[in-house]
């Protein structure tokens, strides 16, 4: 699968805790199928909150948009993460995949994350 933001730049498969995310080795932008993202926040992810914190969330320049490497000619719109109210992230509306920019994972799992997953989830 071709990374939505480099265009021509295979995403590498990695395993994150038994999930198998798509990550870009150029821009390590970060897509996850759809309920993926739920699935993640859900599971020890240290590791790849630790690669994903070494980029500065940035909020990137309109004017350009990206293209759902699932579906083809399908554009990803930009959503309010209802993970984290005032996260933008890039949507699929067709195949519910999610587009997390560097940075943007940490973002959405952040500080009360735990207090989060414990209300979404309804952890003990
Ligand atoms: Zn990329
Ligand atoms: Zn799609």
Known sequence: MLCPKCENKEMETQSVAGIEIDRCPE???IWLDALELESLLKRDIKPLLEADGQFEAVTRQEGRRLHCPRCKGTYLIKLNSRLRPGTIVDSCTTCF???LDAGELT???GDDFARLI?????AP
């Open 97 to 99: 995949g999610t587009w």
């Open 107 to 109: 973002r959405l799992a």
């Open 118 to 122: 414990a209300k979404l989830f309804g």
């Open 27 to 29: 821009c390590h932008g």
